[in-house]
């Protein structure tokens, strides 16, 4: 199998319930980055929560078909990251870092 350069500019698509979210996988410079500021300065486990809003606002680009209480379309907006269903947002991880985000759901249950 053949190695994928992240590129700057990519632009992915993940489907999921009817709605398509558009997003660009996270650099390894730039999650280091997320992790290393997810973590109290104390020691310990990173903020798991933190974590995946971050990189969430980092890597998404937009979405369609995303709607609100009363089923009127949403224009994307990074301030509403956070209320997509935690499901859907370990989903969105796991496709942003291609497989790499093991036991995430586990770690944001905690």
């Not at 698509?13 to 980055?33: D, H, I, M, N, W």
């Not at 995303?66 to 935690?86: E, H, M, N, R």
Request: hydrophobic content about 40%; charged content about 30%; aromatic content about 8%.
């Amino acid at each position: 199998m053949a190695i994928t350069i992240i590129r700057e500019h990519e632009r992915l698509t993940l489907e999921k319930g009817g709605s398509k979210f558009f997003y660009r996988r996270v650099p390894q410079q730039e999650r280091a980055r997320i992790l290393s500021q997810a973590v109290p300065r104390r020691g310990g486990d990173p903020n798991w929560e933190r974590v995946l809003l971050e990189m969430l606002e980092y890597a998404m680009l937009g979405w369609e078909n995303v709607l609100d209480g009363d089923g009127s379309a949403l224009d994307f907006d990074k301030g509403l990251i956070g209320y997509i269903p935690q499901d859907v947002q370990v989903d969105l991880m796991d496709a942003i870092n291609a497989g790499k985000v093991q036991g995430l759901a586990e770690k944001l249950k905690n």
